[in-house]
């Protein structure tokens, strides 16, 4: 069930909310607990059990860690679990089909249908047991803390992904004013506005373009290149202020996951604004116990590309994400053997910093949204090869509609920090009034274009 369905809209979500408002104290835990674990079945029932036993086993690490002796056997097996959990639902049949095609095997392919969004919940999980481990006052006091922090229904698909001290702050939070309730509708609508008004409309630019086939000439190919990092951005980003609104409406705090990353000039400085909460789980968990950066700049390029190709792996088992990858990593690694900070000094280096991180960005997003290496490969080749004007790319350009010309205009202005430049040229009081009306305006927008069309899925919801 998507937040930005009807269903979710007009049925799920007031009654949850009510629910939660009319519940005192401890109830409202157990409140969030039901409506999360209902949410949770509606989208695929099946994975429901490995979403308990996800929570009960990080409940138990975190219980027992600080009453054994034997603490780093208990941390690597109980991440051991969560790993294996991971791996066994969404990389089996990849590493599987991989090997017989390599060495001709006929190995059977398990067809375990993965739990959904296994790799957030299992990343939050693993997050809470390495918390407790290095400082047991980070211990959850009940399992239904842990329960609802895995299970909550705004994060539990998508992310963000929550560290379990921020959200427990939550808990004991009284029930939200009449301020915070308005600011939490305002960013939820904010999110479904780009959902449905900017993501939505690319999409059909990017799906025509990765469509064409042989077809496809270097307008389109650019076309389609942009389109989709405009789509992926809206979408994702929109889904992120969807669940912090919905986060704050019931009283928790979520996490930031972008800063305007299109504004970037390396791409080193991309993932400090991109999905912040995966890059800060793969700094704190992996990139600093590896060394970081602290053994030298040969050392400190391989950890980089490590931590990067397991970040590929992570959004899905198929080459075209480690691919991505390693595409990030190499430019991430390159960067960090470069005095990088040198070249920026000047505002020409500045410049050059912004078009080649734009351009990377472009050109791994292909590789990211290809539904397969060679499709990847035919799409670049049209975009730095085609320039011989194709007759489907022309009538695909005739047919592009004035509203997705608008839109798509939409979401380069909104992928640029223009609100808080706004906010400081004016100043607060007046622009604070306008943008609750600009945000009910949005939603009457984001209604009619829901009537008028079937909105495709969030595109996170995969991973």
């Not at 939490?184 to 959902?195: E, N, T």
């Not at 060394?291 to 080459?319: D, E, I, M, P, Q």
């Not at 505002?347 to 351009?359: D, I, N």
Request: overall charge positive; charged content about 15%; some cysteine.
């Amino acid at each position: 069930m998507a937040f930005h369905s009807a269903p979710f809209l007009f049925f799920f979500f007031p009654a949850a909310w009510l629910l939660s408002l009319t519940a005192a104290g401890r109830g409202k835990q157990y409140v969030l607990i039901a409506v999360s674990l209902a949410f949770y079945a509606c989208g695929q029932w099946q994975g429901l059990l490995c979403l308990l036993l996800s929570a009960a086993v990080s409940c138990a690490a975190g219980f027992f860690l600080p009453r054994v002796r034997a603490r780093k056997t208990l941390l690597a097996g109980a991440l051991a679990f969560h790993l294996l959990l991971l791996g066994a639902f969404k990389y089996l049949d990849f590493f599987t089909g991989s090997l017989n095609h390599l060495f001709g095997t006929e190995l059977p392919a398990a067809g375990l249908l993965a739990p959904l969004g296994v790799s957030f919940f299992t990343f939050k999980s693993m997050a809470y047991i390495i918390d407790v481990y290095r400082d047991e006052n980070a211990r959850a006091r009940r399992f239904s803390h842990v329960l609802l922090y895995i299970s909550f229904f705004p994060q539990v698909t998508s992310g963000p992904i929550s560290r379990f001290g921020q959200f427990a702050k939550g808990l004991e939070s009284p029930r939200p004013g009449a301020e915070q309730t308005a600011k939490g509708l305002r960013r939820f609508i904010v999110g479904f506005a780009k959902k449905a008004l900017i993501s939505e409309m690319a999409a059909t630019v990017t799906n025509t373009a990765f469509s064409l086939g042989d077809g496809l000439d270097f307008r389109m190919a650019w076309l389609g290149a942009a389109a989709y990092t405009l789509q992926i951005y809206f979408d994702f980003s929109g889904y992120s202020d969807m669940a912090i609104g919905l986060g704050t409406l019931f009283g928790f705090e979520t996490p930031e996951n972008f800063n305007y990353p299109y504004v970037s000039a390396s791409i080193t400085e991309f993932w400090r604004r991109w999905h912040l909460s995966l890059s800060f789980w793969f700094r704190d968990y992996l990139y600093i116990p590896l060394g970081g950066g602290r053994r030298g700049t040969a050392r400190k390029c391989w950890n980089k590309a490590v931590v990067f190709l397991l970040c590929g792996l992570w959004h899905g088992a198929s080459w075209t994400f480690v691919l991505w990858g390693a595409w990030h990593g190499l430019l991430s690694a390159v960067e960090s053997a470069l005095p990088m900070k040198r070249l920026q000094e000047k505002p020409l280096g500045r410049w050059l910093g912004h078009v080649y991180t734009l351009l990377a960005v472009c050109v791994g997003f292909v590789v990211f949204r290809a539904a397969s290496v060679s499709e990847a490969m035919t799409v670049l080749r049209a975009m730095f090869t085609g320039f011989t004007l194709s007759p489907a790319s022309t009538l695909a350009l005739e047919r592009i509609s004035p509203a997705v010309w608008c839109a798509l205009g939409a979401g380069v202005a909104g992928s640029l920090p223009v609100g808080p430049w706004l906010k400081k040229q004016l100043g607060g009081g007046w622009l604070e009034f306008s943008s609750y009306a600009g945000a009910a305006a949005l939603f009457v927008l984001c209604l009619l274009a829901a009537a008028g069309s079937s909105f495709q899925p969030f595109i996170y919801a995969q991973f």
